[in-house]
């Protein structure tokens, strides 16, 4: 009898150790932060990436902390939306927002402004998404056909450098607009501010284009991400904050 029971013990503590593995390894995959504001999102975020997230080397043989499927909503993104420790000061924001919501070009291999306002197929005129899902919004309050997309797949299928934001989806509810957003790749320690900050810009726009009010902004990554060299910063600053990504 002690001996079936020893047996049974060890299977148990076998099944549980298994068990425990699946968990890790489902904690990578869809998880989700509903915040306030940018900042509280910000630091949420690097705070599960950097307590949940898989060590991986990504196809440039760079190491990454990563989450997959992260989904954030920003309830109030007008108020704290720049995060104290971040390293680009509102000037610089205001330039990444001005370009976002600009059709032209100044020379990069793409901006998501050119892709939202005048994406197009090669040889082909230029579509402004962004003027199209103004339209729609201002034609129905309750359509699902204000999207915009940045990916332009004759172009993008071959490039190394290619749009990490994908999709820019607006609804109207209840007298407020709220954005939806996927990126494919996203540097949450480097990028996010930037990209929230730049995105609540566009939808002030558009709110302010079909007269409606600015409402929550979300976001889903499929791989949210902190690289390597930002390691050392994301710890001290989690320590700092004592945040755990809660």
């Not at 099944?15 to 932060?33: Q, Y």
């Not at 302010?208 to 710890?235: K, L, M």
Request: net charge negative; hydrophobic share 40%; aromatic share 8%.
């Amino acid at each position: 009898m002690r001996q079936i029971l020893e047996s049974m013990g060890r299977k148990t503590e076998k099944n549980l150790n298994v068990s425990c593995e699946k968990c890790l390894l489902m904690a990578t995959l869809g998880r989700f932060i509903r915040a306030k504001t940018i900042t509280d999102a910000w630091q949420r975020g690097l705070g599960l990436i950097w307590r949940q997230g898989a060590e991986i080397t990504d196809e440039r043989g760079t190491r990454i902390r990563e989450l997959l499927s992260l989904q954030v909503v920003v309830e109030e993104p007008y108020r704290e939306m720049i995060p104290a420790q971040y390293s680009w000061n509102e000037e610089r924001l205001e330039e990444y927002a001005e370009q976002l919501l600009s059709g032209s070009n100044p020379g990069f291999e793409y901006t998501y402004g050119e892709r939202l306002r005048a994406w197009h197929l090669p040889g082909m005129p230029a579509q402004d998404q962004i003027e199209q899902a103004i339209l729609r919004l201002r034609s129905s309050a309750n359509t699902r056909r204000a999207t915009a997309v940045t990916w332009i797949v004759p172009v993008d299928m071959n490039k190394d450098e290619v749009p990490c934001m994908i999709v820019d989806d607006f609804k109207l509810r209840d007298g407020r607009l709220n954005l939806s957003i996927f990126f494919r790749s996203h540097d949450f320690a480097g990028a996010y501010p930037a990209n929230l900050y730049g995105l609540a810009r566009l939808l002030q726009y558009v709110s302010r284009e079909i007269g409606a009010e600015p409402g929550s902004i979300s976001t889903t990554s499929s791989s949210a991400h902190i690289y390597e060299h930002d390691w050392d910063f994301v710890e001290k600053m989690l320590l700092e904050a004592g945040s755990d990504g809660v």
